[in-house]
């Protein structure tokens, strides 16, 4: 079997290069570089060593994975044959994708050969020294070729490795900017611990426009001092919720309950619902943000009381949308969206086992009697007690809308109510055939006739006159106005 020794180049020039590392490449029968963009190669090419690089093989490619693996296979093909040695820019470990992947192909036994790995400084630690930072207050190396702001601990030091030039770091650049204000300061270091060393300081927005970058250019991003920098963040909102909640917090938060915050998700749930109808973006944002803070007050009051975290409903949700979800997250096939419901359904009941209960226990909302009538009949269908199709709802709703009617013109009030009760229930009833939401069509309602009633009351007030001077036709011939300025 042969070997393949990855041999670390070390972060600074020739002088700084390790005495047995500059032995053992000046003794390798067979050298490849990764790339011969560094200063060490530069002197060794001058003393007459011989290198073969992989620089050809970045100008094939669009993305760097590729080219990572490309070099690797290349790698494992001419081990096969002979001894080979391998050279890297700073430490084989750090921030080297081609090593990983060598790694993974000896450990899972796709390869038959001997891997070394040796020698080399990465170039964290002269980054450390060039920056004057202590990697014990805690640190994120990312890749600047892959990482999303979903990855970012604003709190700690970052450091962006592979940033390599304008394009990459406009990358890195367009993603901080997902989380950092555009004049948030960072530090762009190239060639760190070495005579060429340089350090710029910018703001964010200026990283890929006046800074050279090259393949020893690291982004430094220092930790966030205040909230207000860190708005964008979600360990920010949770520690604003903590301290409104806490001792020298608000006491206005401090006493609510579950039960007492309920009737606000409603408001704040319905307020976005309206949004979404006005497809306003912006009220969307704020009223998303009116939900969100429902649910980490709730959230907060469960770890106040010592019942569940935060952390107990994320982990809840995730493992819920992985299990229902196995044509994703398993081997389950699904051909369409009424295939995923249905596989939904399966999963859920199994989740809940066999119960005596009865059926419609679970299914009352106090909140809304035209949810609870919508929880009802659908509960009712899925064990078959349920029209054929929608014409039997349709001639539900012909029978009762005539039996309401009747007692219209013959019945008592308490019949009245009765026999509406019922034409109300079969309206529900059709929207669940149609797929509507009877809530969300009854909020619709109300709110499209308070903007149209406004308009109204708007034109009745500019007038000067009070509503009892104006007739019903007068009234309507308004309504009608408004209507038609909805339209255009």
Request: aromatic share 10%; hydrophobic share 40%.
């Amino acid at each position: 079997m042969n070997t393949l020794t990855v041999i670390g180049l070390g972060a600074g020039d020739f002088n700084q290069l390790q005495m047995g590392v500059y032995k053992k490449l000046k003794a390798a029968r067979k050298l490849y570089v990764r790339t011969v963009d560094h200063p060490v190669l530069k002197e060794l090419s001058a003393e007459g060593l011989q290198f073969e690089s992989f620089d050809a093989v970045y100008e094939k490619h669009n993305s760097f994975q590729p080219v990572y693996e490309e070099i690797a296979e290349k790698l494992v093909a001419v081990t096969a044959n002979e001894d080979v040695m391998y050279a890297v820019p700073g430490h084989p470990l750090v921030a080297e994708q081609t090593v990983q992947l060598l790694i993974a192909a000896a450990d899972e036994g796709k390869v038959k050969l001997k891997l070394v790995i040796e020698g080399g400084q990465s170039f964290l630690d002269p980054i450390f020294g060039a920056l004057k930072i202590d990697p014990i207050e805690g640190f994120q190396l990312l890749d600047g070729t892959s990482f999303s702001m979903h990855d970012i601990n604003m709190r700690q030091h970052i450091l962006i490795a592979q940033v390599y030039d304008t394009f990459s770091a406009s990358e890195v650049k367009l993603t901080l900017m997902e989380k950092y204000d555009d004049e948030y300061p960072i530090t762009v270091v190239t060639a760190a611990g070495s005579s060429q060393e340089k350090l710029v300081t910018v703001p964010l927005y200026e990283l890929d426009q006046s800074v050279e970058v090259d393949n020893l250019t690291t982004v430094y991003v220092p930790p966030v001092k205040s909230q207000e920098d860190a708005l964008r963040d979600w360990t920010t909102f949770r520690q604003i919720i903590a301290v409104l909640r806490g001792p020298n917090g608000c006491p206005w938060d401090q006493k609510q309950t579950h039960e007492s915050l309920k009737k606000y998700l409603l408001e704040e749930a319905h307020e976005y619902l309206a949004a979404v109808d006005a497809e306003d973006d912006f009220a969307m944002i704020e009223e998303l943000g009116d939900v969100l803070l429902q649910v980490f007050l709730h959230a907060q009051i469960g770890e106040d009381q010592g019942y569940f975290t935060l952390e107990d409903v994320l982990a809840s949700i995730s493992e819920k949308m992985i299990r229902r979800h196995p044509h994703v997250f398993g081997d389950v096939s699904v051909e369409d969206a009424e295939g995923v419901v249905a596989n939904w359904e399966v999963i859920k009941a199994e989740e809940k086992g066999i119960s005596d209960k009865p059926l419609l226990k679970e299914e009352y909302r106090a909140s809304s009697a035209l949810q609870t009538a919508y929880n009802y009949q659908k509960k009712a269908a899925k064990v078959g007690f349920d029209w054929p199709d929608v014409e039997g709802a349709w001639d539900k709703f012909a029978e009762e809308w005539q039996e309401f009617r009747n007692e219209v013109t013959k019945g008592t009030n308490a019949s009245r109510l009765d026999e509406f009760g019922d034409v109300l229930f079969t309206l529900v009833n059709l929207a669940r055939f149609y797929k509507l939401s009877p809530e969300e069509a009854m909020l619709h309602a109300n709110e499209k006739f308070a903007r149209r009633f406004g308009y109204v009351e708007a034109k009745v007030k500019e007038s000067g006159k009070p509503f009892s001077d104006y007739t019903l036709e007068q009234l309507d011939a308004f309504w009608d106005e408004a209507k038609q300025l909805e339209k255009e």
